[in-house]
């Protein structure tokens, strides 16, 4: 997570991260799963609960040096299924809007994600990409 945090705070003004600290993700709303090869942490991923029938894609990260090699895409259809599983009928998520965070839009829009007004919690922020998924 201090790596994602690190990240986040390096290509976003301050004002605009969102990403959850630790203690966010604690949270009781809050489900955290991290992403192992070997004894090696390769990225992370966090769903939070919106309401029951929407939840929220949170702090999806993988390290620079494994970024390309599928991971962020095996651990979205991990997060689509359990959004699923839980009865979610939608998903949604705020990622940044600079050059910084293409690929990662990218890779929601594959998965059918399209752009959306600010989801509850967030207010409009240039910085900001919101995007949803109807389940």
């Known amino acids: 997570m201090r790596r994602h945090l690190a990240h986040m705070h390096e290509v976003t003004p301050a004002e605009s991260v969102y990403a959850l600290d630790h203690s966010g993700l604690q949270a009781p709303d809050v489900t955290f799963w991290s992403v192992w090869d070997g004894d090696e942490i390769v990225g992370c991923a966090a769903l939070r609960e919106i309401d029951p029938a929407h939840g929220e894609i949170k702090s999806m990260h993988t390290i620079e ?3 390309g090699t599928g991971i962020a895409g095996r651990v979205l259809d991990f997060i689509l299924a359990e959004a699923q599983r839980r009865g979610y009928r939608r998903l ?5 809007g600079s050059d910084a965070f293409e690929a990662a839009r990218r890779l929601y829009a594959s998965a059918g994600f399209t752009e959306c007004e600010p989801i509850p919690g967030y ?3 240039h910085h900001s ?7």
Do not use: K, N, V
């Open 65 to 67: 040096p494994r970024r």
């Open 92 to 96: 949604s998520l705020e990622t940044g």
């Open 123 to 125: 207010g409009p922020d």
């Open 129 to 135: 990409y919101f995007m949803t998924l109807e389940l």
